[in-house]
């Protein structure tokens, strides 16, 4: 009897242990131990990512060699591919449609328009399977997620490079001469690039839960390119038509337009200051910083959620 109140008291005045009760958050907090694969705060996010600059790019250079790799033609796809697209509007709509009618130097305006739309399209749709289409990459390494829709972006702008060395022949063989203004499209492609890699990170995150969007975006982004004046003149159905004022300020700001008219107005001499929007460089600085921000914080605040469930 003794003995077993004896064993009682001594269970029931046990020490708690070395650690004096402490929570497991107090415990981690005390050895420094962190959540694996949390969230980090948004200043050591942006430091992981310049940590991983060179992942970055040579991600970016993998999947632009891989994309054609199992085609004959190889690396001439990313020349061909937006010369065909460019050949069939121009049959569609210069020709049949006659949207080159009141359109000086019409080839080289429309070429641009494609290329640099296609720069922007083509960011949305990778960024969109950025995490969805590489999800064992996502759940085997630990790493920031957003390498991924930069990589993807990164890729498209090495491959508009291409596009471009494409574009300035077609300029010179329509009699386009390089001046100065040529140098306005590279703050205008840089303007470009943020805008598209925010607007891929809001489709990455997007796209990791609902996979279904993918196959939504080819109708979407096909709808947006009809409204952004890539293969007919803003400027003259303005004058043509009378719209209401919305549709006229939608078509303004239109980011892909805004973007598509700094380049023609860079690249093409017919192209003049008064087919632009008024303050279109405030525009295209404006979207860029606005989406890059928006986009980049978007998908961060996600992180830990990415590749789960």
Known sequence: MSETRHDSAVAMN???GPEGGLEPAQLAQKYGLTQSGARPSLPEYVRQLWQRRHFISAFSSAKLT?????????QL????????????????????????????????????????????QSSVLAGTRAI???LGLVRALHFPRACLPISFCLMQLKQLMFSMG???VILLAFGQVPGWSWLLAIPALCLQFVFNTGLAMIMARLGSKTPDLAQLMPFILRTWMYASGVMYSIDQIMKSKPVPGFVHFLLDVNPAAVYIDLVRFALIDSFTYEQL???????????????????????WKAEERYGRG
Not at 97 to 115: A, I
Not at 278 to 299: C, D, E, I, P, R
Request: charged residues 5%; proline residues 6%.
């Open 66 to 74: 891989a994309q054609y790799s199992q085609a004959k033609l190889g």
């Open 277 to 299: 929007p008024t303050h279109v460089w405030a525009l295209a600085l404006g979207w860029a910083v606005v989406m890059g921000a928006v986009g980049f914080v978007y998908f």
């Open 166 to 168: 494409v574009l300035v």
């Open 14 to 16: 046990a020490p708690r």
């Open 132 to 134: 969805s289409g590489n």
């Open 77 to 120: 796809w990313q020349v061909a591919t937006p010369l065909l697209n460019a050949l069939v509007y121009y049959l569609i709509f210069g020709l049949l449609l006659g949207t080159s009618r009141g359109v000086p130097d019409f080839v080289p305006f429309l070429v641009t328009g494609v290329f640099i739309f296609t720069f922007t």
